[in-house]
């Protein structure tokens, strides 16, 4: 089991940037891909980007070019920096890692403003 810890978030306007992180403890030894998934309101849960533990990268083609996940595996610490923010990236943020099984994160809001 490993257990997750997200920060960052909160409201930003159009434009602007914002930072995420989440922070895995627990059997982190069995930790392949962590990513970041997002839910809007009445929207299904969508894959916004992941990284493998070579640091093989994934995006939404949404968020290509604004986003950048990345990885700190001494720190077990995925991240991701959000840039040019847009109102339809407004949504809760869940950190997911792979560790065998599925692990989440409690989720963060976060709130793009026009």
């Known amino acids: 089991q490993v257990q997750l810890v997200e920060s960052g978030g909160g409201l930003v306007q159009t434009g602007g940037s914002l930072s995420l992180s989440c922070v895995a403890s627990g059997s982190i030894y069995r930790i392949d891909v962590m990513g970041w998934y997002r839910q809007a309101p009445g929207k299904q849960r969508e894959l916004v980007a992941s990284?493998?533990?070579?640091?093989?990268?994934t995006y939404v083609d949404s968020v290509k070019g604004r986003f950048t996940i990345s990885r700190d595996n001494v720190k077990n610490t995925v991240y991701l920096q959000m840039t040019n923010m847009k109102p339809e990236d407004t949504a809760v943020y869940y950190c997911?890692?792979?560790?065998?099984?599925?692990?989440w994160g409690q989720g963060t809001q976060v709130t793009v403003s026009s």
């Open positions: 990284i493998t533990r070579g640091s093989r990268t």
């Open positions: 997911y890692v792979r560790a065998g099984d599925e692990n």
